[in-house]
């Protein structure tokens, strides 16, 4: 069982450490203003060109060397721990996800004791058992985990080449979906409606990113549920859903399989229930947003994927009423979080997300009619943001 994480001295803010490798990641540039509010002292290790980099809600910003070896990167991280100290680190993509747990699993021989000494602890404090980690990240893996604990997923199972895609599309009849192994956002994810678009889907599946070691091809092919999609943020602790909130997408960017960036915050207790499931199943500690689809024709929800770590979504939970910061905070005082649990009945607050609405449609009728989370009061985060339409990026 994860413990609690070590008390700050009286007086002190809890410490926090954000640790991402992504360079455009909305999160991690968003989620220290709700961490700051909620009484931590936050630190960032990002590359110096990071959108995280820009806030101007963090209390000291450390960076990667550019370039930076496996080595290189252990070597910042650990040095950041020793100057700073923190309580809890929360990583802010899924590059990031996976080598902590490489590093707490099986780290690079001439580094285990250093890692054993300095950051295998907090790592595991702060994100639970790592051997559970790529149940989450990895949709092949988490599936049979969901399904052997009564979570509703789609048919269908992991290929490792062309011929196996085929053959499994073939079986549950068309369309399918082709998901990579790992990945969000809606990246790499294809509807397929035949035989041709199940092997270009696998052919465009994206490169492995980060220092993952080589390995073959893998990906989920299942049955296409169609249906609306929510997404449930979560503070999760031991296995133990503390507050969470269901969110569903009216737009989304890129395309219609990405992620949203006009949502609708809606009570769904059937979906709450399986969350609790599964991050009971996972031992999930830390922020977990969690993908489902609740089917057209049955009306039946679905689970669709996992993320061990802050989304775009995870900042706005004050706004909607859930304060995940907050609860963590709670966490990391050794309190019960007596705050909202859940988004009560008949919430139906919307709100367009920047820049993720501003870089689907510029001129966005949403932008002007509904509430925004423009972060009007971090200007340079604003001008960073705006940097991302002009290069074509932004997730």
Same mark, same amino acid.
Request: charged letters at 20%; proline letters at 9%; hydrophobic letters at 45%.
């Given at each position: 069982?994860?413990?609690?994480?070590?008390?700050? !001295?009286?007086?002190?803010?809890?410490?926090?450490?954000?640790?991402?490798?992504?360079?455009?990641?909305?999160?991690?540039?968003?989620?220290?203003?709700?961490?700051?509010?909620?009484?931590?002292?936050?630190?960032?290790?990002?590359?110096?060109?990071?959108? !995280?980099?820009?806030?101007?809600?963090?209390?000291?910003?450390?960076?990667?060397?550019?370039?930076?070896?496996?080595?290189?990167?252990?070597?910042?991280?650990?040095?950041?721990?020793? !100057?700073?100290?923190?309580?809890?680190?929360?990583?802010?993509?899924?590059?990031?996800?996976?080598?902590?747990?490489?590093? %707490?699993?099986? #780290?690079?021989?001439?580094?285990?004791?250093?890692?054993?000494?300095?950051?295998?602890?907090?790592?595991?404090?702060?994100?639970?058992?790592?051997?559970?980690?790529?149940?989450?990240?990895?949709?092949?893996? $988490?599936?049979? @985990?969901?399904?052997?604990? *009564?979570?509703?997923?789609?048919? *269908?199972?992991?290929?490792?080449?062309?011929? &196996?895609?085929?053959?499994?599309?073939?079986?549950?009849?068309?369309? @399918?979906?082709?998901?990579?192994?790992?990945? &969000?956002?809606?990246? *790499?994810? %294809?509807?397929?409606?035949?035989?041709?678009?199940?092997?270009?889907?696998?052919?465009?599946?994206?490169?492995?990113?980060?220092?993952?070691?080589?390995?073959?091809?893998?990906?989920?092919?299942?049955?296409? @549920?169609?249906?609306?999609?929510?997404?449930?943020?979560?503070?999760?602790?031991?296995?133990?859903?503390?507050?969470?909130?269901?969110? +569903?997408?009216?737009?989304?960017?890129?395309?219609?399989?990405? %992620?949203? &960036?006009?949502?609708?915050?809606?009570?769904?207790?059937?979906?709450?229930?399986?969350?609790?499931?599964?991050?009971?199943?996972?031992?999930? +500690?830390?922020? @977990? &947003?969690?993908?489902?689809?609740?089917?057209?024709?049955?009306?039946?929800?679905?689970?669709?994927?996992?993320?061990?770590?802050?989304?775009?979504?995870? =900042?706005?939970?004050?706004?909607?009423?859930?304060?995940?910061?907050?609860?963590?905070?709670?966490?990391?005082?050794?309190? %019960?979080?007596?705050? #909202?649990?859940? $988004?009560?009945?008949?919430?139906?607050?919307? $709100?367009?997300?920047?820049?993720?609405?501003?870089?689907?449609?510029?001129?966005?009728?949403?932008?002007?009619?509904? =509430?925004?989370?423009?972060?009007?009061?971090? #200007?340079?985060?604003?001008? !960073?943001?705006?940097?991302?339409?002009?290069?074509?990026?932004?997730?």
């Amino acid at each position: 069982m994860t413990s609690p994480p070590a008390l700050p !001295a009286p007086g002190e803010r809890p410490r926090l450490l954000i640790v991402t490798m992504g360079i455009d990641y909305v999160a991690p540039a968003r989620m220290p203003r709700e961490l700051r509010s909620a009484g931590f002292d936050v630190t960032l290790l990002a590359a110096r060109d990071a959108l !995280a980099t820009h806030t101007r809600h963090l209390d000291r910003v450390a960076h990667f060397p550019e370039r930076a070896t496996l080595f290189e990167w252990i070597h910042a991280l650990a040095g950041v721990v020793r !100057a700073v100290r923190p309580q809890l680190l929360l990583p802010g993509d899924d590059v990031t996800v996976g080598v902590l747990a490489q590093l %707490a699993l099986d #780290p690079p021989p001439m580094l285990r004791g250093m890692i054993r000494t300095e950051l295998a602890d907090l790592i595991v404090r702060s994100l639970g058992d790592p051997a559970r980690f790529d149940t989450a990240v990895d949709k092949t893996r $988490l599936m049979p @985990v969901a399904r052997a604990a *009564g979570v509703r997923v789609p048919e *269908g199972g992991e290929v490792d080449d062309e011929d &196996s895609a085929v053959a499994l599309a073939d079986s549950l009849g068309y369309p @399918v979906i082709v998901r990579p192994a790992c990945g &969000s956002g809606g990246a *790499g994810v %294809a509807r397929c409606t035949d035989a041709t678009t199940v092997r270009a889907a696998i052919r465009a599946l994206p490169a492995a990113t980060g220092w993952a070691p080589p390995s073959r091809m893998r990906a989920l092919v299942q049955r296409f @549920v169609a249906g609306k999609g929510m997404n449930r943020p979560a503070l999760a602790w031991a296995g133990r859903e503390i507050a969470a909130f269901t969110r +569903t997408a009216l737009e989304r960017h890129p395309a219609e399989l990405g %992620a949203g &960036s006009v949502t609708r915050y809606v009570e769904q207790p059937e979906i709450a229930a399986m969350n609790r499931t599964l991050l009971a199943a996972l031992g999930a +500690t830390g922020f @977990v &947003s969690t993908q489902y689809l609740i089917e057209d024709a049955t009306g039946l929800p679905y689970l669709i994927e996992s993320n061990r770590r802050m989304t775009p979504a995870t =900042p706005t939970g004050r706004w909607a009423g859930v304060d995940l910061a907050a609860a963590l905070a709670a966490v990391a005082a050794g309190r %019960a979080w007596d705050g #909202p649990a859940d $988004l009560p009945a008949g919430t139906g607050r919307t $709100l367009a997300l920047f820049p993720q609405e501003w870089l689907r449609d510029p001129g966005s009728r949403h932008l002007r009619e509904l =509430p925004t989370d423009v972060p009007w009061d971090d #200007p340079g985060l604003i001008r !960073a943001m705006l940097a991302l339409g002009r290069a074509g990026r932004g997730r």
